[in-house]
């Protein structure tokens, strides 16, 4: 999780989804913390795809809100 954190201080418009078997609140908590945008575990990969677009639209929203 210190990798999200570092690669979201070196590029902080790129959203960050975090792939774990860690199961834990915790874990999904600290990963949320460090600045990833969802968290997937491995037993439910199914969600990956539509955890991405629904990051890459909100990254969308963002950067219309910005203009």
């Given at each position: 999780l210190r990798t999200v954190a570092t690669l979201k201080e070196l590029a902080p418009q790129i959203p960050f989804i975090?792939?774990?078997?860690a199961v834990t609140a915790e874990a999904v908590v600290e990963a949320m913390r460090a600045g990833a945008i969802d968290f997937v575990t491995r037993s439910e990969?199914?969600?990956l795809g539509p955890a991405a677009k629904a990051a890459l639209a909100k990254d969308d929203a963002d950067?219309?809100?910005r203009l």
């Open positions: 975090v792939v774990s078997a990969l199914e969600r950067v219309e809100e």
